[in-house]
């Protein structure tokens, strides 16, 4: 207690240099914290970027392609799937509901996509979200469009702008359809996902676009079908690029999976999205080992910048140590009070850590989650947050023996005489 | 009574074949006033290390109050160390970031048999009443890096006797004091030490302070390592 006693009021007496060092062990453990954090938050919202699918099917080839370009609206289909196919899934009875997909024109760089209401009423994202609007609501017309939020603030419309859509996914392309131009009529609250990315027709609007069009080209002057004169029940959809689906009971997911992927008439392909993204996930993953390794040596830092500041001071402390050693203080008082020291500083630093980075995420949640697309929840450490805190106290421990031992053979040296 | 410091054929090297002490025989009795003298660098601090059981040896016996140091184990010599002795430095006698009174009780706080021998007084009452002996009862609660020179070794002699050490040891208490503050310091030390009845061991080179003393030491005179460096 009285060794405990002397080490805080030593520590108070150096007050500058007690602040600097903690301070620099407070900034290493929030910023190991913060990657930590950034790190399990990144893992959640990639993982969590769909939610509430069980399988996504599309024409066979790359897993990860489907899952690119279904969920991340990054790349293409090398192919399309019929739209009996489709149907064949949607009623089926083990199945719940279904998102349709037709994928292959863009607006101005943003993709867009032909789906059915069902999108607005069943997509979910990390974990339970669901599709919100922020203004206007589902459209309803051939001609109608829903906009993503990134769409919105890099376009700036507003319901009621009439937006014309690219043939084509590049932002170059020559061919538009601007015969036939859509209506916004709502727009989406961010979800921070891929969702935001994207501009949203109906199927029919999909297939209007190119009603005309034959053999991959745009229609021969005087064969253009003008927009007014297109009725949604003469469209008759015919192929789509990839649906999303949700069974009824989860256990019939892996029994459907099979199914798609032996369906006879068409080759199909569904993946698990929980599966594709963590396997994504893994080969994406080495740079969050990178940040790690990184911030471990940032926290190494800071610990030697204790153990410089605790060993710097030892000189001037000699004459303390040889009072405490005439009074009868022994070795193990002397060494334990600078071990206490280093301790003290570990703790509190880790203490001011740990608040800088709650009240720095708690400030800077809403910012990141709107820069960035990531959503980091502002939760207690995880189990890793806790190891990384009881190793910093512990090497805090540690690292005040070197400081102790050399105090202590200074006393030793001294004896009773200081050598200034 | 066994004497308060006994040292028989007491040899000391801080490094091989270079001894700095070599002390045949020399006795203190119990509640005696010694003034040890010597010129710098003839191995007082030394010795008062060896007597305070700081420094250690192999060679010879070093016997405090009965007790022979050199058969001691270094945590033994602490604890006895902290129990039985009271030791005052030259200067910066103090830890600077504790205040006065909190200084005055470390040693009772470092040493449970310290605090032992305060016969069930708080330590409050204590460091009052040492305090007051010493005249600086007004100053308990003022930090130490407040006091004058004069006033810190009267704080460091507070401390020194707080519970009533057997041995009380100043390594030249006096030698940053001017003349008149000397003179008082000593009596007031003399005082406090009479009523503790503790033994006290004066090192000084300043000779005009030995006829205060009950009897003087010379340590060139009983160290025979000095000698032979001189002969040398």
């Known amino acids: 207690m009285v060794v405990l006693s002397l080490a805080w009021h030593s520590l108070k007496n150096r007050k500058l240099t007690t602040w600097l060092t903690v301070i620099s062990i407070a900034l290493s453990v929030a910023l190991l914290l913060g990657v930590e954090n950034v790190r399990t938050g990144a893992r ?17 080839g790359g897993s990860l392609q489907l899952l690119l370009y279904a969920v991340f609206r990054m790349g293409s289909a090398t192919n399309n799937i ?13 199945v719940a509901w279904t998102i349709p997909y037709s994928l292959g024109d863009s607006h101005r760089g943003f993709r867009v996509v032909g789906t059915t209401n069902d999108f607005y009423q069943h997509y979910k994202f990390r974990r339970d979200r669901k599709i919100e609007f922020a203004a206007g609501k589902m459209p309803e017309g051939i001609f109608d469009v829903v906009l993503g939020s990134d769409v919105v603030d890099a376009l700036k419309y507003k319901v009621g702008d009439k937006i014309v859509i690219a043939h084509g996914i590049s932002t170059k392309t020559i061919q538009d359809h601007a015969d036939k131009p859509f209506t916004v009529v709502g727009i989406l609250k961010r979800t921070a996902t891929p969702v935001d990315r994207s501009v949203y027709i109906s199927l029919y609007g999909i297939e209007a676009v190119h009603i005309d069009w034959s053999d991959g080209g745009p229609p021969m002057i005087g064969e253009e079908v003008p927009a007014d004169k297109i009725k949604k029940d003469e469209l008759k959809i015919k192929q789509i ?18 199914e798609v992927s032996t369906f006879e008439d068409e080759p199909l392909q569904a993946i698990i999205p929980g599966v594709a993204l963590a396997e994504l996930w893994r080969t994406i993953g080495f740079a969050e080992d990178a940040l790690q390794v990184v911030t471990l040596f940032v926290l190494i830092v800071g610990m030697l910048g204790m153990l410089v500041s605790l060993y ?19 070795p193990m008082k002397i060494i334990s009070l600078l ?57 805090g421990i540690l690292i005040g023996f070197v400081p102790a031992v050399k105090a202590y053979r200074n006393a030793l040296l001294d004896g009773l005489s200081v050598r200034l | 009574m066994a004497d308060a410091v006994s040292l028989v054929d007491l040899k000391f090297e801080y490094r091989k074949g ?41 060679v010879g016996q070093v016997q ?17 160390r902290g129990s039985h002795v009271g030791y005052i430095f030259q200067l910066f006698n103090l830890i600077p970031y504790l205040t006065v009174e909190e200084n005055i009780t470390l040693s009772c706080r ?123």
């Open chain 1, 339 to 395: 071990v206490l020291e280093s301790g003290l500083l570990a703790i509190a630093g880790s203490v001011l850590g740990v608040a800088i980075i709650y009240g720095l995420s708690f400030v800077a949640q809403p910012l990141i989650e709107q820069q960035f697309g990531l959503y980091l929840p502002v939760q207690p450490p995880t189990s890793t947050g806790y190891i990384y805190l009881g190793a910093v106290v512990i090497s």
């Open chain 2, 18 to 58: 270079r001894p700095v002490l070599d002390i045949p025989s020399m006795r203190v009795a119990a509640g005696e006033r010694v003034f040890l003298f010597g010129p710098s660098g003839s191995g007082k601090t030394t010795l008062l290390g060896l007597m305070a059981g700081v420094l250690r040896t192999t």
């Open chain 2, 64 to 80: 405090i109050l009965g007790q022979d140091l050199v058969k001691m184990s270094p945590s033994q010599r602490d604890a006895f």
């Open chain 1, 44 to 60: 959640e919202s990639f993982s969590n970027t769909i939610s509430g699918t069980d399988l996504i099917v599309g024409a066979r």
């Open chain 2, 110 to 232: 470092l040493s449970p048999e310290r605090r032992k021998r305060l016969g069930g007084k708080s330590l409050e009452a204590a460091a009052r009443d040492v305090a007051a002996r010493l005249g600086i009862d007004g100053l308990l609660k003022e930090s130490v890096t407040a006091l004058s020179v004069g006033q810190q070794q009267r704080v460091a002699a507070a401390r020194a006797l707080i519970g009533t050490p057997e041995l009380v040891v100043a390594d030249e208490p006096t030698s940053s004091l001017d003349h008149d503050h000397r003179e008082r310091f000593i009596e007031l030390l003399f005082e406090a030490t009479k009523a503790a009845g503790s033994t006290l061991i004066f090192v000084s080179h300043d000779r005009t302070l030995q006829p205060l003393f009950d009897r003087a030491i010379a340590l060139p005179e009983i160290n025979r390592a000095s000698k032979l460096e001189a002969a040398a």
């Open chain 1, 312 to 330: 710097t001071s030892l000189n001037e402390r000699r004459r303390e140590m040889a009072i405490l050693r005439a009074i009868g203080a022994g």
């Open chain 1, 241 to 258: 690029t990839a649906f999303l689906l949700r069974t009824k009971s989860r256990i019939d997911t892996l029994r459907l999976q099979r």
């Open chain 1, 82 to 94: 019929t739209y009996a196919s489709y149907q064949h899934f949607a009623e089926h009875p083990a």
